[in-house]
């Protein structure tokens, strides 16, 4: 089955920095890539989502790339803010299968 | 907005008793997951539903559970008989199939004492 690994697992950035969530993923057969964050409490939600025949994909701070030779694809938060500190998962999914990084909590400093 | 809704939203029950928690998922979509996550080991997934038919539930553990669709509008996973060790949050998760997006319920909080 799909085995989806994810790094780091905390991320500290002060207020307006970048950050960078890598995963990497074993199945090629996998050919979507969604990205949830998931605050204290509540339930994941979708924030971005790339398909195998796309490279990369932006949404105003937020871009995800995806290296299908590699297999691995990432996450960058531009310009920071104190809302964006949450939990991050990646996750690689097929037709029977969405499997989930052991996720990246991320920090943001005033 | 469409949502999948949860119920309960919290349960606490004692070891030995039976636990069934329901999930709606959002109309017109046919792929279903659960989860379960907890600190140690994240989100874990244990069925996988499309179109009411199981088509993966080796995530979870047969002695104890089992997840059912009775319909399209309803699906269940039932614990019986609960451990303290299944204390976590359990997900439901509803989507149109692969490549799409799925949309997370807000989960059923499980305290089995």
Same mark, same amino acid.
């Given at each position: 089955?799909?085995?989806?690994?994810?790094?780091?697992?905390?991320?500290?950035?002060?207020?307006?920095?970048?950050?960078?969530?890598?995963?990497?993923?074993?199945?090629?057969?996998?050919n979507?890539?969604?990205?949830?964050?998931?605050?204290?409490?509540?339930?994941?939600?979708?924030?971005?989502?790339?398909?195998s025949?796309v490279?990369?994909?932006?949404?105003q701070?937020?871009?995800?790339?995806?290296?299908?030779?590699?297999?691995?694809?990432?996450?960058?938060?531009?310009?920071?803010?104190?809302?964006?500190s949450?939990v991050?998962?990646?996750?690689?999914?097929?037709?029977?299968?969405?499997t989930?990084?052991?996720?990246?909590?991320l920090?943001?400093?005033p | 907005?469409a949502?999948?809704?949860?119920?309960?939203?919290?349960?606490?029950t004692?070891?030995?008793?039976?636990?069934?928690m329901?999930?709606?998922?959002i109309?017109g979509?046919?792929?279903?997951?659960w989860?379960?996550?907890?600190m +140690?080991?994240?989100?874990? #997934?244990?069925?996988?539903?499309?179109?009411r038919?199981p088509l993966? %539930? &080796?995530g979870?553990?047969?002695?104890?559970?089992?997840?059912e +669709?009775p319909?399209?509008t #309803?699906?269940?996973l039932?614990?019986?008989?609960?451990?303290?060790? %299944? &204390?976590?949050?359990?997900?439901?998760a509803?989507?149109?199939?692969?490549?799409?997006?799925?949309t997370?319920?807000s989960?059923?909080?499980?305290?089995?004492?």
């Amino acid at each position: 089955g799909e085995n989806v690994e994810q790094h780091p697992s905390t991320l500290s950035v002060q207020e307006g920095d970048s950050a960078v969530i890598k995963c990497t993923y074993s199945d090629s057969a996998s050919n979507y890539f969604p990205w949830y964050k998931q605050e204290l409490g509540k339930r994941p939600q979708l924030i971005i989502d790339i398909r195998s025949n796309v490279g990369e994909k932006k949404d105003q701070r937020i871009a995800v790339t995806l290296n299908k030779t590699a297999k691995h694809f990432s996450l960058h938060i531009t310009e920071t803010q104190p809302e964006d500190s949450a939990v991050y998962f990646c996750a690689g999914a097929g037709y029977s299968t969405l499997t989930f990084g052991k996720g990246t909590m991320l920090l943001v400093s005033p | 907005d469409a949502r999948v809704t949860q119920t309960p939203r919290h349960k606490v029950t004692e070891m030995g008793q039976e636990v069934t928690m329901r999930c709606q998922p959002i109309l017109g979509h046919n792929t279903v997951f659960w989860y379960r996550q907890t600190m +140690m080991q994240g989100l874990e #997934l244990l069925a996988y539903f499309r179109n009411r038919a199981p088509l993966d %539930d &080796s995530g979870m553990p047969k002695d104890r559970f089992s997840a059912e +669709m009775p319909d399209a509008t #309803l699906a269940t996973l039932k614990i019986q008989p609960s451990e303290p060790r %299944d &204390s976590a949050v359990y997900f439901c998760a509803s989507g149109e199939g692969p490549i799409y997006g799925y949309t997370f319920g807000s989960g059923t909080r499980l305290t089995v004492v």
